[in-house]
C-alpha cells in the first residue's frame, strides 16, 4: 500500500481496522481480518474528523486557562474556573462542544496524571509519620461525611437506591489537599500546627477515600455484572483495595529504587519520564485488573516513587520527575475538569428537588468535616481551623462524581445527571469558601491570642 507513497504529495497514516457485516468485503469480516485503512493528510487539506478535533481542543484550552485565569485574580482555584470553562461552552450553556470519547479518552490520562503527582508530593515515610492527631482527624473526617452524605442520600433520594447513597457519601469523604495547601501558603501559615495536622490527615484521608471508592466502584461493577450483593463481598471488595495499596507500596518501595536505577543507565533521551509513566500506567492497570479503580494505582505509584530513587538522573543534570510530568499534567489535567464542566446540566435546577439536594450536600460536606476536628488530641492545634481545612473537596471530589456518573446498575445509571450536578455545585461551594474562611479563623485566632495576652496581669 505505500509503495506508491511520495512524501510530495500526502502523508498517509495507516490505521488498523476490523470489517463488519455492512463492509463491502464483509464475507471476510466474521473472520477478524485486519485491513490498514489510510487516512490522506494532503498539502493544505485535513479530514473533516481531525479538523473538527483540533478546533474543539483549542476551544477547550483557551477557554479553560482564560476562565482559569479571570478566578485565580479573584483568588480563587484556577480548578473552579475550569469547571466553569466547561460548564460555558457544553451543552448546558453555548453548546459548542458536546464531550465524545476522544476527550473522554483525554480526561481519563488527567486523571492518571493528576492523582500520579498527588502521590508524588507524598511518601511512605510522610504517611506513616502523620501522627496520632492527624490520623485521627482524617479518620473522623471520612466517616462523619461518608454517613451524613449517605444519609442525605437516603432522605432525598429514596428511590435512588443505596448504591447512589454510599457513592455520595464517597464523595463527600474526599479532600483536597492541594487546595488547603496553596491557601496555607498564601496566608503564610503552611508552617504552623494546625497546617501540619491539616496536610498530614488530607493525605490519610486520600488514602482512604481511595479505599472506599475502590471498594464502592468495586461492588457496583460486580452487582452490574450479575454478581448477588453480600457482606461478604463488600469485605472482599475492601480487603482487596487495601491488599493493593499496602501490597504496592510494600514491594514498590523495595522494587522501583532497583528498577530506576537500571533506567538510568540508558543514555537516550527522555528515559526518566516515560520509565515514570509506564510505572504510573503499570499500576493503574494492576488496579483495573483486580476490580479497583485506575486512580488507586496512580497515586500508588506516586506515592512510592521517592526523588531518592532519580539520583542516577538528577545527578548528570537531568530534570526531576516533579519538572517532567509538571508541563504535560498542566495540558491533559484540564481537559478533565473541563469535561466535568460539560457533563453537568445546569438546567436541572430548575427542579427543587436537585437545588435542594444541592443546597443539602453542600451543608453535610462543611458540617462533616467539622467533626474531623473532634480527633485532636495531644495538640494544641485550632479545632475550628483544622475542619475548614479540611471541607474543600476540590479536584478530588469532583474526580469521585465523574467516576460515579459513569458506573451502572442493571443498565441505569448510579449518578444520573441531576445528582451529579449537585455534587459539582458542592464541590465548587465547599472549594470557593475554604481560603476566606481559613483567614478568618487565623486572623480570628490571632485576636484571640492578643486579648489574652492584653489580659494577662501585670501587663
Not at 7 to 34: F, M, Q, V, Y
Not at 441 to 449: G, K, L, S, T, W
Request: proline share 4%; charged share 15%.
Amino acid at each position: 500500500m505505500l509503495g506508491n507513497w511520495r512524501a510530495t504529495d500526502s502523508h498517509i497514516i495507516c490505521g488498523l481496522t476490523r470489517l463488519t457485516e455492512n463492509d463491502p468485503l464483509g464475507e471476510r469480516a466474521d473472520k477478524g481480518i485486519l485491513f490498514c485503512q489510510p487516512f490522506l493528510f494532503t498539502r493544505g487539506s485535513m479530514s473533516m474528523e481531525v479538523s473538527e478535533f483540533f478546533v474543539k481542543l483549542l476551544t477547550i484550552i483557551l477557554s479553560a486557562k482564560l476562565v482559569a485565569e479571570v478566578f485565580v485574580r479573584l483568588r480563587m482555584p484556577s480548578v473552579l474556573g475550569e469547571v466553569t470553562a466547561g460548564i460555558v461552552i457544553g451543552p448546558s450553556l453555548l453548546g459548542l462542544i458536546e464531550p465524545d470519547a476522544t476527550f473522554h479518552l483525554l480526561a481519563e490520562i488527567g486523571i492518571l496524571l493528576l492523582l500520579f503527582e498527588v502521590g508524588l508530593g507524598s511518601t511512605v515515610r510522610e504517611m506513616l509519620q502523620v501522627g496520632r492527631s492527624a490520623f485521627l482527624v482524617a479518620c473522623v473526617g471520612v466517616v462523619a461525611p461518608f454517613a451524613l452524605g449517605w444519609a442525605v442520600g437516603a432522605w432525598l433520594l429514596p428511590s435512588a437506591g443505596g448504591y447512589a447513597h454510599a457513592f455520595l457519601g464517597a464523595t463527600l469523604s474526599a479532600t483536597s489537599v492541594g487546595i488547603t495547601a496553596r491557601v496555607l501558603k498564601d496566608l503564610g501559615m503552611d508552617r504552623s500546627t494546625e497546617a501540619r495536622v491539616i496536610l498530614g490527615a488530607a493525605v490519610v484521608d486520600d488514602v482512604l477515600g481511595l479505599v472506599i471508592l475502590a471498594a464502592i466502584t468495586a461492588l457496583i461493577a460486580a452487582v452490574n455484572s450479575g454478581a448477588p450483593l453480600s457482606y461478604g463481598a463488600l469485605a472482599l471488595t475492601v480487603g482487596k483495595a487495601i491488599l493493593f495499596l499496602v501490597g504496592a507500596l510494600l514491594i514498590g518501595t523495595r522494587l522501583s529504587p532497583r528498577l530506576f536505577s537500571l533506567a538510568s543507565k540508558l543514555r537516550t533521551r527522555g528515559v526518566l519520564l516515560a520509565a515514570a509513566l509506564a510505572f504510573c500506567f503499570l499500576l493503574s492497570w494492576l488496579a483495573d485488573a483486580m476490580g479497583l479503580a485506575t486512580i488507586v494505582g496512580a497515586f500508588a505509584a506516586g506515592v512510592i516513587l521517592e526523588d531518592t530513587h532519580f539520583r542516577g538522573f538528577t545527578g548528570r543534570g537531568e530534570r526531576s520527575i516533579h519538572e517532567l510530568i509538571a508541563p504535560i499534567a498542566s495540558f491533559v489535567t484540564p481537559i478533565f475538569f473541563v469535561v466535568i464542566g460539560m457533563r453537568a446540566d445546569i438546567h436541572a435546577f430548575a427542579r427543587p428537588d436537585a437545588l435542594a439536594l444541592a443546597v443539602a450536600l453542600t451543608v453535610a460536606a462543611v458540617v462533616g468535616k467539622q467533626a474531623c476536628s473532634l480527633g485532636l488530641v495531644g495538640t494544641r492545634a485550632n479545632r475550628l481551623i483544622v475542619g475548614i481545612g479540611m471541607v474543600p473537596r476540590g479536584e478530588v471530589g469532583l474526580i469521585f462524581a465523574g467516576i460515579g456518573l459513569g458506573l451502572t446498575v442493571d443498565g441505569r445509571p448510579v449518578i444520573d445527571q441531576a445528582i451529579f450536578s449537585a455534587v459539582v455545585v458542592m464541590v465548587m461551594v465547599t472549594t470557593v469558601l475554604t481560603p476566606p474562611a481559613l483567614a478568618w479563623a487565623f486572623a480570628r485566632r490571632e485576636r484571640a491570642a492578643k486579648r489574652s495576652s492584653s489580659e494577662r496581669p501585670g501587663r
